[in-house]
Every structure is written in C-alpha cells, then in structure tokens.
C-alpha cells in the first residue's frame, strides 16, 4: 500500500468519514487532486468498506474542457466503475442569476453532484480538497473578515451546501474530504509514483482570480518571508476552530429551539429572554433567522449582526435595523421580529399586566381603536350565528354560568384555559402555540375572564368550554370585538 493510501487510511478511520457499506459518488474533474483521491479510494475500497461511482461535470469553460470528461470516463472505465459525465453552461447560468463564474461553477457542480448521487443512492460524495486548498480557505476567509464560520474552513464530512435556486433539491449527500490534511505536494507523488498524467486546467494559473493570486502570491510570499510552515499552521488553526465552531453551532441550536418562533415571513424572538443569551448566541441566531427566510443567501456580514444586535438591545418599539435579502429586525414592545415589514396584525393589544373592567352590558374601549361590546340576549337571536357564520371575533356565553363582574387582562404565568369543544384545560402557552399566534403577540393579547379570573374568551380565537350555549341556556351572553374604522 502506498504512503498515501496508508495516510488517508488512517484519517478516514480517524474521523469516521465513511460507513461501512456506503455509496459514494467521487467528483473528478481530471485534475491532480481529484485523480489522486479516485485512485487512492478505489485502492481502499475493500478497506473502506465502500462502494464507488464516478461523476465529471464539463462547466463549459474551456475549449478542452469535453475532453478531460472524456478522459475522466476513460480512468472510471480502467477501474471498472461507473461514471456520469454532463455537460452544463455555467457562463449562461452566471448570467441568468448575476453571480461570478467561480459562484456560478460552485452552484452548478453541487448541484450536479447531488443529483448523481440521488441517481445512484449514494449519500456522500467525495471531493479532492487537499491541505493546500484548506489554508487558501482559511486565509481568503480572513482577509475577508469572516468569523468562526469561515476561518473554520471546510470541513472533512459536512452536508453538501446545494442551492434550490432552480428547484428542490432531490437529495442532500454529505461531501467528504479524505485529502483535507494531505498536503499537494504528496499528491504529486502520489501519480508520479503510480505513473498517473492528470488534466491542468490553465485558469488555476489565472491570477485575475482572487484565490489564484493567495495560491500563487500571497502564500509563498509569507512562507519566503514570515513563516516557512503557514499552510501546516492555517490547516491546524481550522481544525481547532471547526471544533470550536461545532459547540457554538450546537449552543445557538438549544437556544433556536426554545425561543425562536419562525413562520412563514417571520422569526419572532422574545426580547428579554433573546437579550439574555451571550453575544455569540445571539448573533448566531440572527443569522440562522435570515438563513431560513432568505436560504439563497450565501453571507451575513459582520456590521449588519453588529448593527441589529445593538439595536435589539438598546432601541425602543418602532425602531429596527437592516439586514441583507431585504430584510429588518423590528424592536416591539416584549418581541424582537426579523422580517421583511413589521409584524402588526389586525389584533387588540393591552399592555403588558394590564386589567380592564367590562361594561356588561355596554361598550368597552381596549385601546388602538377597539372596542368590546356586551349584550343580553335570547338563544334564539343568536342561533344562527353560532351554527352558520362563526366569527372569531364573537362569541356566545351561556349568561347563567357566567359570574360576573368581567374585565380584560393580559396573560400570566401558570394561565389554563379549556378551548370550546375540548374537555379538559390546557396551558394558555400550549394553546397559543398550536394556534400559530406570534410570540410578539402573546404577552399583549386581550383575555376575557370572570369574577374568577377564569378565562372565558381568547380574544380573536375561540372561547370557554364551561360557558358554552346548550339546549338548557336561557340566556346568552353575545360579545362582539371590532376595530372602528377610524381606530
């Protein structure tokens, strides 16, 4: 077994990058990398426990890029292996979408290869990233000002980043890089001793290319002149930091799940409880906010987090701060909202621990225009409106299992309520929930209790069970709640 074998070997058992038994798709493209690897895998296959395809894409970039798929087919053949070859016009989708060639060509390539890999039933496809590759990543994210998300660089298996920007996404492999810690330089070794001729594609010697230039300039640079080990040193700083990366990502994760309410626009966060997380959380959670309303986005800068954070902090109701996909974070009174427009449904909203005592019967202003009315009725008026065209916004209270006097609050901690057509109470909190009521709304919204302070009505959703009209009702309580047109 060659060196290099016994070295990816070792990382492959190392980190577990494969499972016994699994398919995997390799990318090859021709080049020294990726034909190294596809040698190197297929010479470990028994090892591995795996079973191999091939996949080349043509980006249609060069005049002789058909015929490295043609010899990428022909070494996929020699080893008796399986091999998709495609040809798509990355130009002309760069164009359509307004992206760089380079993004353009990441897009296309992964999404090429994720739909190889549904094709065949794989769930991973293998890349040639060597360390090389690693440290111009590591230091093309630092020199653009990245976090630990970037400066973490790739990692050795992590789900495949495909966009939907033309469709869903039929399946979502992970990629794994069994030459991550393998520098280019044994690689080269590596087909020079097994008497293996790669493709050069000529634009990797384009320095009009940012990463070229860190490739060909900037590194060997700082190796002549500062440091004679910095790729060694970039691969070991993004080895630790993913680690570091991995619990932070996990951190946000917990928070995610009990604070954010997202929804179909929005992502709601309570104020008090999101400004309580440290800063690293709370930033993560800005950005995992705009990722699920904008997943097309590729970044979240730095000044736009730094900016919504101190916002969220220190600005009062009505104010907010921008954010990239057209989007903003919008401070309310208890709720912090990240969305396109402010949150402001057509709701009555009481301050927080207020109270307000019910005219019964009568008019009752709630406040921003809206106003609660109480009448005493016969079963029979209202029948109809109960069986027919029930509103929301009315509700009917058998009047003699009423005690009165009534007044509006605003929730409170422990609330139980048991909804119409439900036998036993639920927490106010579990209802709010399964009724997909913002948080930003809950501390606000109007309840209807009795004497009791048991809650006869939520306000806009549905009333009590307990007070509800049967064949015995005489008497009937009928509420109407309603915005006036000039509120």
Known sequence: MEPLEQQVRRTVERLQLFRPGEHVVVAVSGGPDSLALLHVLHALRSHLKIRLSVATLDHMLRPDSASEAAFVGRQAQALGLFCVQEQRDVLAYAREHRLSVEEAAREVRYRFLAEVAAAVGATAVATGHTADDQAETVLMHFLRGAGLSGLKGMLPRAPADVTERTGAVPARPDVVRPLLFTPRAEVLAYLEQRGLVPCLDPSNSDTTFFRNRLRHELLPLL????QPNVRRLLVRTAETLAVDWDYLRSQVEQAWHTLAQ????????????FL????AVQRGLVRKAVRRLRPMLRDVGWEHVVEALRVA????????????????????RQALVIGPR????????????????VAVPGETEIGEGWVLTVQLTAPE???SNVLVAPDPWQAFLDADHVRLPLALRTRRAGDRFTPLGMAVPVKLADFLTAQKVPLSLRDEMALLVDANDHILWVLGLRPAHGTRLTEATHRVLALSCYRRKDG
Not at 266 to 272: A, D, I
Not at 276 to 279: D, E, L
């Open 262 to 273: 997202p929804e179909d626009e929005h992502v709601c966060f309570p104020r008090q409880a």
């Open 223 to 226: 190796e002549a002149h500062y």
């Open 313 to 332: 902090r220190t600005g009062e109701a009505g104010t907010r701060a921008t954010l990239p996909g057209h989007l903003f974070l919008f401070v309310e």
């Open 381 to 383: 008026e209202v029948l």
């Open 342 to 357: 402010p949150l402001l449904p057509p709701w009555p909203r009481l301050p927080a621990g207020t109270r307000v005592p």
């Open 276 to 279: 309580s997380q440290h800063q």
